[in-house]
């Protein structure tokens, strides 16, 4: 990173080199140690964990039953149309059967990803160094 | 269509009809070439409620004081909040579709909380109104992503990868994931404002069929689930918003 100025011209109130890198580091272990700290304030997720849940819970829920019925209804509205009796309200069921795991699946991946992003963040981020040397 | 089911007859007995709530008054009728396009209380309401959120946001805007106002920070908080559900949820480019979404989540906002005044009217507790609106954003979104992406659209209905005779299959499911989505969206919001204020009143029933030694337990109850009603109120019009972004992604980015 700090591609060694040299001390050479240094002049007052400029930082050299290594003073730069030690403060970097001790940047880094500050963003740390904040974030643990925050991470300890902040009150245990357990339940807004569970509000998470039971929301995922009656989505997945509320999905995998309409789509039966929305399969089922496109099979009885097709069966009307073509007199076919009741051949594709039963075929258009299992579909709706299929997409309605489908539309559980994605909303599974969807919470997965989610519950990885969230143990990720556990430690914030360090804080950055913004003084660019020139 | 939507003011067709006037109940009539109150069934009769002691306990009020906890369904009483939901019937639809003509205030003005009006025949529109044979459909019927009354003004209804559920057209009250709704008109309430636009005023209400125009009124609010316009009053509380009017400062554009730099340090802002108890209201108008309340509506700065309101686009904040809709400004960054959009921005994570759809990118930046997705803000052209901001005044939708916003629009959207301030109206059922206000038909939910509004529907929380006693004597009111709850106009999203009737599944004819939450699909007209899931119907808005399930049009549109098709209509946005056949736009961006023209007659390619149609590959978000086919996975890749997959072998030519399966797509057969898999290209009905698909369409049926994606048609469950306007269903889903309005059954969702309906289901949760008519079965929270049908369980208040049953409870508001129970409370006057046990009288006053016995009516403190249900009123006690109540008071609480007055509470979580008004949690379930903002929790809707907030789903109904994320969903919203969540289908508007899918449209502008096709993955799913």
Redesign the interface.
């Known amino acids: 990173m700090t591609k060694s100025a040299g001390d050479k011209g240094k002049r007052p109130g400029e930082l050299s080199s290594e003073d730069r890198t030690h403060l970097k580091r001790r940047l880094s272990g500050l963003g740390e140690r904040l974030g643990k700290v925050r991470s300890r304030d902040r009150p245990p997720s357990s339940e807004n964990q569970r509000g998470r849940g039971i929301?995922y819970a009656?989505?997945m829920s509320?999905?995998m039953v309409?789509?039966v019925?929305?399969?089922g209804a496109?099979g009885w509205f097709l069966d009307r149309w073509l007199g076919t009796a009741p051949v594709l309200l039963l075929l258009?069921g299992v579909?709706?059967v299929?997409?309605?795991f489908?539309?559980v699946a994605?909303t599974y991946r969807e919470m997965a990803a989610e519950a990885s992003e969230a143990s990720k963040g556990h430690t914030a981020k360090s804080v950055p160094f913004d003084d660019d040397e020139d | 269509m939507a003011s067709t089911e006037h109940g009539g007859e109150q069934s009769g007995g002691s306990m009020p009809d906890p369904m009483h709530q939901f019937e639809i008054d003509r205030i003005i009728p009006i025949n529109f070439f044979g459909l019927d396009a009354s003004f209804t209380n559920s057209s009250k309401w709704m008109l309430i409620a636009l005023l209400v959120v125009a009124g609010f946001l316009i009053l509380s805007m009017r400062g554009r004081s730099l340090v802002p106002t108890r209201a108008q920070s309340v509506a700065e908080l309101a686009y904040e909040f809709i400004a960054n559900m959009v921005r994570d949820n759809v990118g930046t480019e997705g803000m052209k579709y901001f005044p939708f979404v916003f629009t959207l989540f301030m109206f059922i906002l206000a038909c939910n909380m509004l529907g929380m005044v006693p004597y009111s009217f709850t106009v999203t507790s009737h599944i004819i109104v939450t699909f007209g609106l899931a119907a808005v954003v399930f049009i549109g979104v098709t209509v946005i992503g056949f736009i961006r992406h023209g007659v390619g659209f149609l590959k978000f209905f086919v996975p890749s990868g997959v072998p030519a005779p399966m797509l057969a299959?898999l290209v009905?499911?698909?369409l049926?994931?994606y048609?469950?989505r306007p269903?889903?969206l309005s059954?969702?919001l309906f289901a949760n404002m008519m079965a929270g204020h049908t369980m208040l009143k049953v409870f508001g029933g129970f409370v006057v069929a046990l009288g006053f030694l016995g009516g403190w337990a249900p009123l006690a109850f109540m008071v609480a689930f007055t509470g979580l009603e008004v949690l379930v109120a903002f929790l809707q019009a907030y789903?109904f918003a994320v969903l919203t972004c969540i289908y508007l992604n899918d449209a502008m980015h096709m993955h799913?």
């Open positions: 929301g009656l989505r509320l999905d309409l789509a019925v929305v399969g496109i258009f579909l709706g299929a997409a309605g489908l539309n994605r | 299959l009905p499911i698909e049926i994931s048609l469950t269903v889903s059954v969702r789903v799913h």
